[in-house]
């Protein structure tokens, strides 16, 4: 019968168990049945080669060898801490051979190896490309992609091996130390001849047979690193730390082109990473890999990239038995007693000198990752440790980002809730038509009247929530149309360039914003209702999409003006005017003399985009230190909430959709918080009238 393990939700078919004598370390007290990795035997003190370099192995030599290929190709069934386990022949290669950059063998870690029967599973899908790995620190992911580089240039002919990491730098060290180096200390019956220095710096190649060799070599971080050619194994080291002009997402989607034939796969690619801020770092390009290797949502993911990850509190130093098993929960009296001899250290006094005591031990890994290392802390200090030791994939990503202007954790939650419960949004296009108006009086003629309606478009540029309450509710006077003052909706509006004609598309935003509406006690509004973003080929067409919804709901639109103020005539043309908003009362600098209102709010002057900046915060965040009062959980456009996590008040270029929300909430959110200006000095000394005889 077939025996199963389900790893990070796959089901994983392991070969057949063997007898239980048949397995290492059988018959041996459970106390010695661990994984050692011994020394090579002594009849390998000398070996022999013949004049063209090639090792030639005594019979006892050449038996123990072909033992451990076998066992590196296919694996072995080992008796530990009273289990048996299957290894892998990959995490066999890395335990029995691998030497870490310190010079150090690894120690088996049961989390270890459920990762690579993970990892072994994935690869003999042959539609899958590789692993995107979310890591914590120091977990020795990217030692066992290094493992897993030199197994495939020893036991694969013509392999094309690449790696690359953060910086240069980075991809020089990661190659000299940890790939060249461990090569230079494997057992001479791994190792081929060279073909150059055995200490290369820049290229190992591997000579098999002649004409017959393969590489491994290392790149700087750009888009045009593996892009040629057929790779067979590529280590991107690090991708959720690149720089900026490296996004992560646009050098995979490259470097899979090296990983097929036409449909046949060719190659592999690993991509442990830790995740680095979301604004300024490549956090926010990783997570958008990351977000397309769901395995959980497609038969096959976007990318061909399947995605793994373990939570911090898994194999967590300090915190696993002698066996390698994780000390998660709180230990059994074994595991305690071991851990506290391994760990706990006093000085002659009994005071402790160890970062672990008794009562941390007794906590459990989950506990003390968890709740004890990010006791006290707050801030930056917070986000850093929670993003060095995430314990699911959302505190990996909610915490990567120092450079966040809001709370990314309440931001984090709200995309969660709504992935996990999905809200309907209907995709639209608004359709104007002509509405007949009869007469009031004999001497009058029928009148018509312009209204808007939608109509659902799989193509259409609106994104609604929730349709007016009161559809196309404004008043006419004449031809002249206005808004009626106490219209529950207020539209703000992000442009582009004034007088550009857009060949390629442009990404202008319309956020249609429901104000303040108190039923029963309750507040049933302060949150974005539609949502406009879409290519367009002219100006005037975007600003005809704006004068709709103004109608529709019945609300002013509050424009950015830095970038054109050409809509104010096409409005005027349409005698809709009315429907523009005045700079509003909390943009007007009460030190600034002469001020002159304009049609929308301008933030190239510091004063504006400053107060743009702190009525999101208010509205984000909420005004409270204590206790939360902010409305992040009113929204329901995850492209709103995926902007505001990577909103950078220096460059707000990219967040098109924020700064539309932006302009909405200046409008009605910051009248509450306008600046006074001072109505009288304050008298310093005292003054009287005096009469005088006239």
Same mark, same amino acid.
């Given at each position: 019968m077939s025996e199963y393990v389900v790893v990070y939700g796959t089901k994983i078919k392991l070969p057949p168990r063997p007898k239980d004598e048949e397995a290492v370390n059988f018959g041996r007290p459970r106390k010695e049945q661990k994984w050692e990795r011994g020394e090579l035997p002594d009849f390998f003190n000398d070996v022999s080669y013949t004049k063209d370099g090639k090792l030639t192995l005594t019979a006892e030599q050449d038996k123990y060898?072909?033992?451990?290929?076998?066992?590196?190709?296919?694996?072995?069934?080992?008796?530990?801490?009273?289990?048996?386990?299957y290894v892998t022949g990959r995490y066999y290669f890395y335990l029995k051979y691998y030497v870490l950059e310190d010079g150090n063998a690894p120690e088996f870690r049961e989390a270890d190896r459920l990762y690579f029967l993970f990892w072994q599973h994935w690869f003999n899908i042959l539609w899958c490309l590789g692993l995107v790995r979310i890591k914590k620190r120091r977990q020795g992911a990217s030692s066992q992609s290094c493992s897993n580089i030199l197994y495939e240039a020893i036991f694969f002919k013509n392999s094309n091996c690449g790696l690359l990491s953060k910086t240069r730098d980075d991809s020089k060290a990661t190659f000299t130390e940890m790939v060249t180096n461990a090569y230079q200390l494997l057992p001479c019956f791994f190792k081929q001849r060279l073909q150059g220095k055995e200490d290369a710096v820049t290229e190992l190649v591997l000579i098999h047979d002649k004409g017959s060799y393969s590489k491994i070599n290392y790149k700087a971080p750009v888009l045009n690193a593996y892009d040629r050619g057929r790779m067979s194994y590529v280590l991107l080291d690090e991708g959720g730390k690149y720089p900026q002009e490296t996004p992560v997402s646009r050098l995979l989607a490259i470097i899979s082109k090296t990983l097929v034939k036409g449909v046949k796969r060719v190659g592999w690619l690993d991509a442990p990473s830790t995740v680095n801020e979301l604004t300024k770092g490549g956090g926010a390009e990783y997570k958008k890999v990351f977000e397309a290797a769901n395995q959980f949502k497609r038969p096959v993911t976007i990318n061909r990239l399947v995605r793994f990850f373990q939570p911090a509190y898994e194999a967590y130093e300090g915190f696993i038995d002698e066996y390698g098993d994780s000390v998660v929960d709180e230990p059994t009296e074994e595991q305690y007693n071991y851990l506290v001899e391994r760990w706990v250290q006093k000085n002659e006094d009994g005071d402790l000198i160890s970062e672990l005591s008794e009562q941390d031990i007794r906590l459990g890994a989950k506990v003390y990752v968890m709740i004890?290392?990010?006791?006290?802390? $707050?801030?930056?200090?917070?986000?850093?440790?929670?993003? +060095?030791?995430? *314990?699911?994939?959302?505190?990996?990503? @909610?915490?990567?980002? !120092?450079? *966040?202007?809001?709370? /990314?954790?309440?931001?984090?939650?709200?995309?969660?809730?709504?992935?996990?419960? &999905?809200?309907?949004?209907?995709?639209?296009?608004?359709?104007? %038509?002509?509405?007949?108006?009869?007469?009031?009086?004999?001497?009058?003629?029928?009148?018509?009247?312009?209204?808007?309606?939608? @109509?659902?478009?799989?193509?259409?540029?609106?994104?609604?929530?929730?349709?007016? @309450?009161?559809?196309?509710?404004?008043?006419?006077?004449?031809?002249?149309?206005?808004?009626?003052?106490? $219209?529950?909706?207020?539209?703000?509006?992000?442009?582009?360039? !004034?007088?550009?004609?857009?060949?390629?598309? $442009?990404?202008?935003?319309?956020?249609?914003?429901?104000? /303040?509406?108190?039923?029963?006690?309750?507040? %049933?509004? +302060?949150? &974005?209702?539609?949502?406009?973003?879409?290519?367009?080929?002219?100006?005037?067409?975007?600003?005809?999409?704006?004068?709709?919804? *103004?109608?529709?709901?019945?609300?002013?639109?509050? #424009?950015?003006?830095?970038?054109? %103020?050409?809509? #104010?005539?096409?409005? *005027?043309?349409?005698? $809709? !005017?009315?429907?523009?908003?005045? %700079?509003?009362?909390?943009? !007007?600098?009460?030190?600034?003399?002469?001020f002159r209102l304009e049609y929308g709010s301008r933030s190239g002057d510091p004063f504006q985009l400053q107060q743009m900046l702190e009525i999101s915060k208010m509205y984000m965040d909420g005004t409270d230190n204590d206790n939360y009062n902010g409305h992040v959980h009113r929204i329901k456009f995850i492209q709103i909430l995926k902007q505001a996590l990577t909103y950078d008040h220096s460059n707000r270029t990219p967040s098109d959709l924020f700064v539309a929300l932006q302009m909405a909430l200046v409008a009605i959110f910051g009248e509450t918080q306008v600046v006074k200006k001072p109505t009288s000095q304050t008298k310093i000394l005292p003054t009287y009238k005096i009469n005088m005889a006239v």
């Open positions: 060898a072909e033992q451990e290929l076998d066992r590196c190709r296919n694996g072995l069934w080992i008796w530990i801490g009273e289990r048996m386990r004890k290392r990010r006791d006290g802390l $707050s801030g930056v200090d917070l986000e850093e440790e929670t993003r +060095m030791n995430p *314990c699911n994939e959302e505190e990996a990503f @909610m915490f990567a980002g !120092q450079g *966040c202007e809001f709370n /990314s954790t309440n931001i984090n939650n709200q995309i969660k809730e709504l992935e996990e419960n &999905p809200v309907y949004i209907r995709q639209a296009r608004l359709v104007p %038509t002509k509405e007949k108006v009869p007469k009031k009086f004999p001497t009058q003629k029928d009148k018509e009247r312009e209204v808007i309606g939608f @109509m659902d478009d799989a193509k259409g540029g609106w994104f609604i929530l929730e349709p007016p @309450m009161k559809p196309n509710d404004y008043k006419e006077f004449g031809d002249y149309l206005e808004p009626k003052p106490e $219209s529950p909706y207020i539209i703000g509006v992000d442009t582009t360039q !004034q007088d550009r004609i857009a060949e390629n598309g $442009s990404d202008p935003a319309i956020c249609v914003f429901k104000k /303040s509406v108190i039923v029963d006690g309750e507040e %049933t509004g +302060m949150y &974005p209702v539609a949502l406009w973003i879409s290519p367009t080929r002219l100006d005037i067409h975007f600003d005809e999409e704006v004068r709709k919804a *103004c109608l529709w709901y019945s609300a002013k639109a509050n #424009y950015e003006i830095d970038r054109r %103020t050409d809509y #104010y005539r096409h409005f *005027c043309k349409k005698n $809709s !005017q009315a429907f523009l908003q005045w %700079t509003p009362k909390v943009l !007007q600098n009460p030190l600034k003399r002469n």
